[in-house]
């Protein structure tokens, strides 16, 4: 079995991430191919400087068009809204493997959670309540069929029973009806107006051209691992299992196993050190001579800042086991025992992630304040700093703000270098 050093596996999962090497051109063709890479982005309505789906879009191809996005979606539609491992954005071409974790949810076997016993029990909850209130989904559905695309306030709350939960969704009948017409398959969105989604009829939403081929559950289960350990680059089948369509990839290990005797994927050792990492890795055979060509010295490194929701850093374990960095959201810490700020960005610098940059736009006066920078120990050097400096740009411009304000902490020795 091949053995590669750790170094080389961050430059790999780095390099497929799209985040080294040559730069995607910031045009329409040049996003999509980086979210068909990716395989997802993930929708959050968190948006201090930009919504982290645009941010995880700028960090791999710089300031670009928002308007860009739109047309992917709404337009060309090659981009739509699923639930991938949360809430995303995926590739119409992928749409087989969600038209079978739609299906799955329609027959009460799996839900967000996962193909699980857990999975399973809340998908028959969330049927039961449908069921009780059949009047509002058939009125969602005539009214959408009758008029088109419809906001949520378009339509009148018709439930005979709320549906409760712990979180921000109790009580929401119609926006929770809605999203689980979504899951079911039934309705997509169709665009967005003001912030708000417009409802439509899925077979109204798919392009012509969008693939139909009915493949069963082992096929889909190797397709999504295949587009799963891409995107990572090298990964064994936890982390595997954990991306992409996180939770759903029943008979995983079997599936690996399929691809690996079929020549797909290829087993390797990560050596980091006196030590191995735990398990058994695998490198898709496409990528291959991509990791022939970093193991030669062939690897052109980048610096960018990440949103805490970027593909990179989504698994935490995985970023803490790779990189050496303990990354969560401070979001809902309360302001006294925030350590690195709200919406702190990683920064990844070469194969490092070397700080945070906790940044937000007033948009009022088009600024970008900076709001605390931490170092990483070990990368105080100031051409991390400068290096750092320069993504801060990138974001501002990305941004459109006018000037960026260091209004928080920032390390002594970085700060003339950070301010020039």
């Not at 395989?39 to 860009?68: E, I, N």
């Not at 949810?105 to 059949?134: C, E, I, Q, S, Y």
Request: charged fraction near 25%; proline fraction near 5%; hydrophobic fraction near 40%.
């Amino acid at each position: 079995m091949r053995t590669i050093s750790a170094t080389t596996a961050r430059r790999l999962a780095i390099t497929r991430q799209r985040l080294a090497g040559k730069t995607s051109k910031a045009n329409v063709d040049g996003i999509f191919e980086v979210v068909r890479d990716l395989g997802c982005l993930q929708l959050d309505p968190t948006s201090v400087v930009a919504p982290s789906h645009q941010l995880v879009v700028f960090s791999r191809v710089g300031p670009y068009q928002r308007k860009h996005l739109d047309t992917l979606l709404w337009d060309e539609r090659r981009l739509f809204e699923a639930w991938a491992h949360a809430a995303s954005i995926v590739a119409t071409e992928h749409y087989p493997i969600h038209r079978w974790i739609m299906s799955r949810f329609a027959a009460g076997t799996g839900t967000w959670h996962g193909l699980t016993a857990g999975g399973a029990r809340h998908a028959l909850r969330v049927h039961a309540w449908m069921k009780a209130n059949d009047s509002l989904r058939r009125s969602i559905l005539r009214q959408i069929r009758d008029r088109g695309p419809l906001p949520s306030r378009a339509f009148e709350d018709l439930s005979s029973g709320a549906w409760r939960t712990s979180g921000w969704n109790n009580g929401r009948n119609v926006g929770m009806m809605l999203f689980y017409l979504q899951r079911m398959g039934l309705l997509m969105v169709a665009g967005r107006s003001g912030g708000q989604k417009l409802w439509d009829l899925s077979a109204r939403c798919l392009p012509d051209w969008t693939p139909t081929t009915s493949l069963r559950e082992p096929a889909i289960v190797r397709w999504a691992a295949e587009i799963s350990l891409r995107a990572l680059g090298v990964a064994p089948a936890a982390d595997i299992g954990d991306h992409f369509i996180r939770g759903k990839y029943p008979n995983l290990a079997v599936a690996l196993s399929s691809l690996e005797k079929q020549g797909r994927i290829v087993p390797v050792t990560v050596r980091d050190g006196d030590r191995s990492w735990p398990g058994r890795w695998y490198v898709h055979a496409d990528d291959v001579a991509l990791l022939d060509r970093i193991e030669a010295g062939q690897w052109t490194p980048r610096t960018t800042l990440l949103s805490p929701f970027d593909n990179l850093i989504l698994d935490r374990g995985r970023t803490r086991q790779m990189f050496g960095f303990d990354y969560a959201m401070e979001i809902y810490v309360p302001v006294a025992k925030r350590r690195y700020g709200y919406y702190a960005m990683p920064v990844l610098h070469e194969d490092r992630l070397v700080a945070r940059v906790d940044p937000a736009l007033n948009r009022a006066s088009g600024r970008l304040s900076i709001r605390a920078v931490s170092v990483e120990p070990g990368c105080e050097d100031l051409v991390v700093a400068r290096a750092t400096r320069e993504a801060i740009g990138g974001l501002a411009t990305f941004a459109g703000a006018s000037a960026i304000d260091y209004d928080g902490g920032v390390p002594p020795r970085w700060r003339r270098t950070l301010s020039a």
